[in-house]
């Protein structure tokens, strides 16, 4: 639903059994992909969706993205996330939202995106001076969670595996899915501690898309002293495919 | 939407770029999801759904499933999946779906379940008397595919991999997800195969549970002399998981 002066868009949905992980919340990959869906959506009624852009010979591409949860939205509960357009230049675009728990009313958390361009034909950075229209919907509603901070490779892994793209993993441009590469990074960690942790902060950058048959290497390991903070990434042959920082907190 | 009578539901859904495979149809693991969430829907409103059945300490399992597909859903299209209940007995229930192309109007395929109870203390298969009142909603709404043949281990593979099971396999009841199942036979084939090749008939049982930490080997082989036909099997240790039968054809 797209509010009266089209700043905002809000997407409602349920949380079933098959979009949670095993502590019945919602995994951090459903979770992703509803956020990119709201964005879409978002963007195409303004006028500045995917058909827009293939006009100019660019595609949006999703360059970053950082999660943080009070609560972890759980099954069977409704809930919508809002979303609206903070800042756009001519590199990015930053596209905010607020996860809402529409029975209690409460918000449970927030989001921060950055989206780039890329032209088609290139697959380099494209110029998004085209979209100045996509100015007059700037707001300045607040999104009172940290932006992005530097994200680093992983020097010293505590923690690796090995893993080949197959056909389910392939999205309709023929690169990874993102759930491919959010899942890689979750399995990093055992189902116990999964058990005995949760997502407080969700931090992942996309360096480099990954295609059918490329080997990744996963690594994680402690992000220095801070306890409960680990940074983890996906690189493919000499490429950082994708830089990942998560911060757990211990369940109740 | 639940027909007045009850007797059939209809779940509306667009299908979004996550719910695609790199062929821009829908995976066919994002389509046994939607039929599980339409099969859920419809149970709940006519009050046999898994709240009813846990006050009898038992739970909906789904056993065997058949889709047909005369055309695959794709990308930005409107479709619905209507579901009614073709028979129960004390063992097991058969429902049934049939898949509109909202657009168009036209079918576009069905599908055939088998829902077994199981008592959630002994793991065993639960007897189904106690939900008599199903019997209400039976109707004899045409089914025009065939009921799934007998499934077969797969004898002599062609194709053989080995996969553990880790972390965001992983459902709510702590077993592997009805996805990760079908995803692992859908890898089978190359990306090259599928895109040369549609799914015309997907027929998979399930027999085993299997859990985290666990390694499966799967394996696929050509059905006899059949053009196009394939058999496919999971297993963990000594157990049967899963076992499909995929029927393709050559995309025009």
Chains 1, 2 share one sequence.
């Not at 979009?19 to 978002?42: F, G, K, M, P, W």
């Not at 700037?138 to 992983?154: E, F, H, M, N, S």
């Not at 990954?210 to 002293?225: C, D, K, L, N, S």
Request: net charge negative.
């Amino acid at each position: 639903m797209t509010s009266p002066d089209q700043h905002t868009l809000a997407h409602h949905f349920i949380i079933t059994a098959a979009d949670c992980n095993s502590q019945r919340e919602i995994s951090i990959a459903h979770l992703v992909t509803l956020i990119i869906e709201t964005a879409t959506e978002h963007a195409n009624s303004i006028g500045v969706g995917f058909d827009r852009l293939i006009s100019h010979g660019m595609s949006w591409v999703l360059s970053r993205l950082s999660i943080e949860l009070d609560a972890v939205p759980s099954i069977n509960r409704r809930y919508k996330l809002v979303t609206w357009v903070e800042s756009i230049n001519r590199l990015y675009s930053e596209r905010n939202f607020e996860i809402v728990d529409v029975e209690s009313g409460s918000r449970v958390g927030y989001a921060r995106t950055i989206w780039m361009a890329i032209d088609m034909e290139s697959r380099r950075p494209a110029d998004l001076s085209a979209l100045h229209i996509l100015e007059r919907y700037i707001t300045d509603r607040p999104c009172p969670i940290a932006k992005q901070g530097k994200l680093l490779p992983v020097t010293a892994p505590t923690s690796e595996a090995t893993y080949m793209f197959v056909t389910s993993d392939i999205d309709i441009n023929r690169h990874v899915t993102t759930r491919r590469y959010i899942e890689l990074i979750i399995d990093r960690w055992e189902l116990g501690f999964w058990d005995a942790n949760r997502v407080k902060r969700f931090d992942i950058a996309f360096r480099h898309e990954a295609r059918y048959g490329e080997v990744a290497t996963i690594t994680a390991a402690p992000h220095g002293e801070s306890a409960g903070v680990y940074d983890a990434a996906i690189q493919c042959g000499g490429n950082v495919t994708t830089l990942a920082r998560i911060t757990f907190v211990p369940r109740a």
